[in-house]
């Protein structure tokens, strides 16, 4: 009697078993991939009422008109004065918890962006909030287009790409669903970065580059891929093309420009991404903030209490201390690849960890930049190139933020895990991993 045939995705005999019955149903997996992009843009389309992020651009975007300030800080910095829930709700700070619920500092990008946006400002927020959600999905395409099509993608000579690419989908779908759930961002910001790496001319790439950070300013660690390729000359494009987008509002209001610009300078980059009692109150977004909430009482005096935090007490300055030290930790390895050949997509993949994990860990949709992260593992299971531990790890670390999904554990579970931050645990681990074979991938050959 023949012994059952069991494909088991972390041993290297079960890919090439998995591949080789997908090898004849390719066709299917085009119609697949077809069929999830679908399933994407359904949900966008049916969400689009639904109140969310993009509503923060769309009334920053009116802002432009009425001339009101676009990040209202003041209350914000009220915040980081109450050390206690009962201080809170003290009759005296009523103000407060009103503010909170009107816009009060939810709007933290680049002036420009809310610029760019003022067209949609016009429109009502379902229809301004719809158009955003197709201009994802259309973006979201052109990812896929251009990792399949693109002379420079290392992925255009992968095996079977329709099924490769469903794969990928569904392993990011919490990501992608969290992404259109809050009708965020970040896949417009990756295709950006992408047509800016993927570009053979200077001076495009350093255009779109700058269009990137002038909506957030995170997508700036990528000029660090500009520096490995010693393409120096997209770096002074960049330079003037990021003068170019923020002096461009200039022309619709100067002096609203320039004071909108000073205040995002002062009140964002000066204080929101570097006070770590600031952002905490906004369910910990920046990794400055997770570790207040970790170390520094009355960081979250909503949250720590129900979870028993912080862990033990530190300083302002101590909290900072650690933040440093993580950042040395995970961007030094980095400049050891500079003198490594053949290592951009690796580096592209752990820069676009590296961003998500110093900006804004605790939020799900953030992680939607695991797009080409994981489509690297997936090149490296065809490829052959993980052993088997390595194989069960990469396995945990994409199958867990699947399964703590709350329609599996319930949302109270998956507060407390977010609350955690289990996916700066997870996209840590792979981080570690993808750096390590970049390493390996080195030593091999040469």
Known sequence: M??????????????????????????????ALGLVLFAFLILGITRADQKSDFLDYYNASKRWV????????????????????????????????????????????????????????????????????????????AIIWLLLKHDNSLFTKMKLPGWTFTILLLLNFRFIESHIQNNQVGIILICLILLSILSKRDGL??????????????????????????RFWVIGYFAISIL?????????NFSYTIQMTNSWFSE??????????????KNNQSFVSTMAKYFLVGADFINQPNYNLPVFQLTKEAVKYVQLVFVGLFGLPLLFLLKRKDLSWEILSLLFLFSAIFSGISWT????????????????????????VESYILAAV???????????????FESALSMFSILLYTSSILY???????????????
Not at 5 to 27: H, Q
Not at 106 to 128: D, N, V
Not at 268 to 281: C, E, F, T, V, Y
């Open 2 to 31: 023949r012994k059952p045939c069991y494909i088991t995705m972390n041993s290297r005999n079960g890919w090439k078993t998995m591949w080789k019955f997908l090898e004849k149903k390719e066709k299917f997996g085009n119609l």
């Open 66 to 141: 009425t001339g009101e300030n676009l990040y209202r800080f003041d209350v914000a910095l009220q915040l980081t004065q109450i050390r206690s829930l009962e201080e809170l709700f003290q009759p005296e700070n009523l103000p407060l918890l009103q503010a909170l619920q009107n816009e009060t500092a939810t709007y933290i990008y680049p002036p420009l962006f809310s610029f760019l946006l003022i067209p949609l400002g016009k429109l009502s927020p379902y229809h301004a909030s719809l158009i955003f959600q197709l201009m994802s999905w259309l973006a979201l395409l």
């Open 205 to 230: 790439s350093g255009f779109l580059l700058a269009l990137a950070v002038s909506i957030k300013v995170t997508p700036i660690v990528f000029l660090f891929l500009f520096i490995y390729q010693r």
């Open 244 to 252: 170019f987008w923020n002096l461009l509002p200039c022309l619709y």
């Open 268 to 281: 964002i980059l000066g204080n929101a991404m570097s006070n770590p009692m600031l952002r905490s109150w």
């Open 365 to 388: 949709h953030s992680f939607v930049i695991c797009l080409i992260p994981y489509l690297l593992i997936l090149f490296y299971h065809q490829t052959n190139r993980l052993g088997k």
């Open 398 to 412: 994409t199958g867990l933020p699947l399964l703590t999904h709350r329609n599996f554990i319930g949302s109270k």
């Open 432 to 446: 570690f991993i993808i750096l390590k074979k970049a390493y390996t991938k080195d030593a091999n050959r040469n």
